[in-house]
Each structure stands twice: as structure tokens, then as C-alpha cells.
């Protein structure tokens, strides 16, 4: 379907990003769930601007609103992060408890004896809480000076469990998304650190974004990580609150002493704006660490900026901006957009040659076009130029995979190699016959998710044609396991017919010797899990009480596989599979994955697990008996083909 979007905005939509755009310059750089279902807001309404004409209008001053009025627009393909779609479910939020009203006792838990009790050894759980708290959306970064030394990060809601209380108020009703991080001195066999379920300790949460870690913002999150060539490691995320419009892309800086305990700065944040007509979104960060390169340490920051349009609320476009520190992340340049015509747009990824090349892929499109692309711009002059984009690929946007809930996309991953080749790998909904599936309608009949590659040997002019990052997983067929499994009402379900696996969220990694790395999920398995009929209320206590269980259905479980496109050989690293209907109601599972290599050629992988079980005392803010449940962790492997 082509993207329609009434002509009289045009002119308006452009005028409207310059005037968001350059309210966002005056203040650039400081120191310091399921898809909505919201309906428009009436053009009556108190809470939003009277439109002159008869199509909706949405209340953008919530990032709800704003989430409506993106997924309203009729066959726009792109959309907020799942992160940012999370946060707009104000659902978890409703009022709890006093602290000394009586701990609930769940009548059921939904579970699988299917599940894993733990994650297995050689796999590791990198946050290192033990109270239940979801982690999610991960990024991994290697010390290009030491093999040993790895950092990384996730989205953190471990102070949703926390016991303490702030004045009368459970702190984990004060708790929100956050910005976690985690580092190993030992190649990720072990991690630091914990936060304190008491509060008295974030552990590794990043400082000065957040409420609770000293910030102004409601929540924070959306993680990525990079080193620069002298050892330091860079943290970009996301600040914003729920309700009201202000939102920054945040950087904060990370040291490591001599006895190898990392210390991260305040933040810096760029584009802070308070407009309802926009928000930063789905920001990722590169460093030039290239000890020989012209532009060595330069720091580049990407993000989406969602523009609407003020008077009512509609979505204009997303161009993808850009910011630069030429002084270690101290400051940061006057953002840039680099996306040229390609203004509907989302899910940013730079990355930097040994040349300091810098080159921005991203998922987006122009105006009426009947596809989406992965697109590509690079500026050979340290970020203060870019090149026109050019087209990598047409995909199709993948759509949640067959038997499962959670939201998905079709964001690029990237790296370059040590000779100056570069390899991009995205997700593309693909006929089971071969070829790309139909964009109107999107369906997993007879379609599938397939990872992904383009290569390119001359800067990005020109690119191979894609090709399967796991052609072997994608030729195979699903495991059904624990069939026939009786029904409540006595009927029985049996295994669905078999299904080609699908493949999504991939990553890249290039090593210092060209070893290329590609990792992404596979749901390669089936399997029965039983529904909750009756989820108590309010939405948080009902995610962990079942007041009455209801039928079986087919639920897809998720491998983790990792492939060296240089021996051709593929390794599934999970030692179990995963289970994505734990947290947030199976609707989040997180909007990638990563993966990174050291100069000892080994990659490290990291993901969204849910193999551990763990004791919920607190959570969202509602007391429970201590209570075992799955939760979403983030876990690594490391190795070599």
C-alpha cells in the first residue's frame, strides 16, 4: 500500500519540522505494550487542538497520543520503538496499596513446565538482580584495547520490585523504565553489579535521567553502547516522560579505574524539547575508536524525530537527525537531519570505518512510495557532511511472528569491516516460496521473517543483492514439543501444521581480523501454553494473578542462533528455548538484540531470556507473597567458530 498523507499537510509538515527543529537547536545540548488502542482524540475535545477539517485529532501532549496518531496513519509501516510503545500503556500504572494492606496471594501463575527454572551454564544472566525484574533490549560493546573488558545494557525496571518506601509510597510504584548497565573484567564469565531491592544502591543504572537516579525525566531507556580508542565506553538513551511532552536523547559517559570498576558521568543531553509536536525516539551512538583514523574518537549520535502536526496532532514525518562530539562527549554539535527526501523513517544504526567513514542505515521511505528500504547515508568529513541516501534494499516490514504477541520490527544492524567492507542485516517478511510476501495485507499466511544481508565492497554505492543470514534455519521447520495437550473442556490441541522458522531482531559484528559475526532469534520451537480467562485488576497485578485459567494455544518459543559468514557455520547458543510470554503481558520482548567482537575474535551475544524464575515481592508498586515467576533477563554467550 502506498503512504497516504493528505497534500495539504505537505507544505504545513515542513514547516512544521523546521519550526520543532529549531525550537529543539535553542536548548540542543546541556549537561546535566501492546499497540495503543487509545481512540483519537474528538476534535472537540478539551484535551486537543480543534481541527479544521473532519479527520481525527490526537492529544500528542502523552506519548499515548502520539503513539495513536502514528499507528492511525493509514499505511504507514513505521513506528514508534516497542520501547516507547511500552511506556505509552499507562495500563500499569493505576494506583496500589498502601504499604501495609495485605500481600496478594496469586490464585494461579501462568506458567510451562516447558520453561527453563534457570539460565545454563555456558550461558550467563548479565543484570544480576534476583526479584523478578523485567530487563530487556540489549547492547553490548568490547574494549578495543582489551578482549576482557565488555559493557552492557538493557532496559532496566528493576526498581519496579524494590521493597523500600518514599514517603509512605512504595518505591516501586515511583520506579519506571530505566537505563541499565552491566560490565565484565573476565570476558563475560562474570558481571557487576546489582542495584538494591532497598534502594540504597542503583548498581549500574545510569545517573541523572531518570527520578529516582537524579534525572528530570519520568523513564529512560533504549540502550546502546560504544568504546572510543582510550578506553572509555558510551551510554546513549532516551529520557521522556508519560503524560506531559519533554524528551532528550541522553549520553553519559563511562570510565574504568585501574582496579577495573567503571564510574559514568552525568549525562549530556541533546535535543531536550518540551513540544508536543515532537519526540526523540530509537537513538543509537557510534565512536570512532580507529587510533589511525583523521576524525579518532569523534562521537555520533542518531535518533528519530517524530514530527506532528500542532494543530492536530497528526503525524508528519520522521527524519532521522544526527549530533556530533568532537571533544570525548563533552558537547555536542547542533543536530543535523541526513535523511534528504527519506522522511518517513525509524530505527537508526551508524557505524565507522577505519578510514573514520561514518555511515547511518536506517528502515524508512519516501513520500507515496509502495515499499519500505534499508537506506544509507556517510560523510567522509567527520560528520559535518552527508551524502544523498542511497537505497539498500526493499523489504517489507515483518509483523509478530506466527503464535506470538510481541512487537517487532524491521530496524538495520551494521559494522564495516577492517578492509572497508560493509554489511547491513535487517528482517523482511518473506514468502515461504521465496521472494518478498505482499505489503497489502501483511499476513503470516503463507510468509515468514527471514534475517537478512547486503554487502558492499566500494563505500556503499552499490550493494549485493540480499541474502539469508541463516539459510539453513530458514529452510528448516518448527519443533512442535508437549503435544496433544488436553484442554480445560476436554478437546484436545495438536501440533500446527509445520511452519518454516522465522528469524528477527538480527545484529553485526565485525572482529579487528574481519571475522563477521550475524546473530538474530529463530522461534524455532511450538509448544502449548495455557491463557489466563480472568487476569486480576489493575493490569500490573494481573500480569502475575490469574484469578482463572482458560484455554491452550500454540505459543512459538524462541532460539538464539549466532553465525561467522567467514566458516559459514551456524551455532544455536541458547541452551534452552525461550519463552516470550513472560513480562508485560508476552506484548514486549524487547526491540533488538546485539551482538559485539573483541580483538581476541571471540563474539559476545546478548538477548532477552526468560529462563530464570524468580521471587516477586514487589512489583509496580502492589505487594505479593513472595512468588516464583519467569522474567525477562538479558544473557550472553561468548566463543568462536
Not at 581476541?600 to 524464575?613: E, G, I, K, L, Y
Request: include cysteine.
Amino acid at each position: 500500500m502506498k503512504k497516504y498523507f493528505l497534500i495539504s499537510l505537505v507544505a504545513l509538515g515542513l514547516v512544521l519540522l523546521l519550526a520543532a527543529f529549531e525550537s529543539g537547536r535553542s536548548s540542543s545540548v546541556t549537561a546535566a505494550s501492546t499497540k495503543s488502542s487509545l481512540n483519537p482524540v474528538s476534535p472537540s475535545s478539551s484535551t486537543s487542538s480543534v481541527s479544521s477539517d473532519t479527520g481525527p485529532a490526537y492529544d500528542i501532549t502523552t506519548l499515548a497520543g502520539k503513539v495513536a496518531s502514528v499507528n492511525g496513519t493509514a499505511g504507514l509501516q513505521i513506528r514508534f520503538s516497542a520501547f516507547i510503545e511500552q511506556e505509552a500503556d499507562m495500563s500499569d500504572n493505576a494506583s496500589s496499596p498502601a504499604p501495609s494492606s495485605t500481600p496478594i496471594t496469586p490464585s494461579f501463575v501462568l506458567s510451562s513446565p516447558l520453561d527453563g527454572t534457570s539460565v545454563i551454564a555456558p550461558d550467563v544472566t548479565a543484570n544480576q538482580d534476583t526479584a523478578g525484574a523485567p530487563q530487556n533490549e540489549t547492547a553490548i560493546a568490547v574494549d578495543p584495547n582489551n578482549a576482557s573488558r565488555i559493557v552492557g545494557a538493557a532496559n532496566d525496571y528493576v526498581t519496579r520490585t524494590w521493597t523500600c518506601t518514599i514517603s509512605g509510597t512504595p518505591c516501586s510504584a515511583l520506579g519506571d523504565g530505566y537505563s541499565g548497565t552491566y560490565f565484565s573484567n573476565d570476558g563475560g564469565a562474570t558481571w557487576c553489579c546489582a542495584a538494591s531491592l532497598d534502594g540504597s544502591s542503583l548498581g549500574t543504572l545510569i545517573p541523572g535521567v531518570d527520578h529516582l537516579a537524579g534525572g528530570q525525566y519520568d523513564a529512560g531507556g533504549d540502550p546502546a553502547l560504544a568504546f572510543d580508542s582510550r578506553g572509555h565506553v558510551y551510554y546513549a538513551g532516551l529520557g521522556f516522560d508519560r503524560t506531559a511532552p519533554p524528551s532528550t536523547v541522553a549520553v553519559n559517559k563511562g570510565t574504568f579505574d585501574a582496579g577495573g570498576n567503571l564510574t559514568w558521568s552525568a549525562p549530556v543531553f541533546i535535543n531536550q524539547t518540551t513540544s508536543p509536536s515532537t519526540l526523540n525516539d530509537k537513538e543509537w551512538i557510534a565512536v570512532d575508536s580507529h587510533a589511525a583514523s583523521p576524525f579518532r574518537d569523534r562521537v555520533y549520535v542518531t535518533w528519530t524525530r517524530f514530527i506532528f502536526n500542532a494543530h492536530n496532532g497528526r503525524y508528519v514525518q520522521s527524519p532521522i537527525a544526527v549530533a556530533v562530539s568532537r571533544d570525548g562527549g563533552n558537547t555536542f554539535s547542533d543536530p543535523q537531519l541526513i535523511v534528504g527526501n527519506v522522511l518517513y523513517s525509524q530505527g537508526s544504526r551508524p557505524v565507522v570505518g577505519p578510514d573514520g567513514t561514518v555511515y547511518v542505515f536506517w528502515d524508512g521511505s519516501t513520500r507515496l512510495a509502495a515499499l519500505d528500504s534499508i537506506w544509507m547515508v556517510k560523510s567522509t568529513d567527520g560528520g559535518l557532511s552527508w551524502s544523498k541516501p542511497v537505497a539498500v534494499s526493499q523489504l517489507v516490514d515483518i509483523i509478530p511472528v506466527k503464535n506470538t504477541a510481541f512487537r517487532v520490527n524491521s530496524f538495520p544492524a551494521a559494522d564495516v569491516a577492517p578492509n572497508g567492507d560493509l554489511y547491513v542485516a535487517w528482517s523482511s517478511l518473506m514468502s515461504d516460496a521465496g521472494g518478498l510476501c505482499p505489503n497489502v495485507p501483511r499476513s503470516n499466511a503463507g510468509c515468514h521473517s527471514a534475517s537478512l544481508y547486503s554487502k558492499s565492497t566500494d563505500g556503499g554505492a552499490t550493494w549485493s543483492s540480499p541474502a539469508l543470514v541463516f539459510p539453513s534455519t530458514d529452510a528448516s521447520t518448527r519443533t512442535a514439543i508437549g503435544y496433544p495437550q488436553t484442554q480445560p473442556d476436554g478437546s484436545t490441541l495438536n501440533a500446527p501444521a509445520a511452519r518454516p522458522v522465522d528469524t528477527l531482531f538480527p545484529a553485526v559484528a565485525i572482529s579487528p581480523s574481519g571475522l563477521v559475526y550475524m546473530s538474530a532469534y529463530a522461534a524455532d520451537v511450538v509448544s502449548p501454553w495455557q491463557t489466563c480467562a480472568t487476569p486480576a485488576t489493575p493490569t500490573a497485578v494481573g500480569r502475575i494473578n490469574c484469578l482463572t485459567l482458560g484455554p491452550y494455544i500454540n505459543n512459538a518459543r524462541l532460539d538464539y542462533v549466532v553465525t561467522d559468514l567467514t566458516t559459514g557455520k551456524t551455532n544455536t547458543v541458547t541452551t534452552h528455548p525461550i519463552n516470550t510470554r513472560y513480562g508485560f503481558g508476552g506484548g514486549f520482548f524487547g526491540d533488538y538484540t546485539d551482538i559485539a567482537a573483541g580483538s581476541d575474535d571471540n563474539f559476545h551475544a546478548f538477548w532477552t531470556d526468560s529462563n530464570n524464575q524468580q521471587p516477586v515481592v514487589w512489583f509496580y508498586g502492589f505487594q505479593f507473597v513472595p512468588t516464583q515467576t519467569n522474567q525477562q533477563d538479558v544473557v550472553t554467550a561468548a566463543g568462536s567458530f
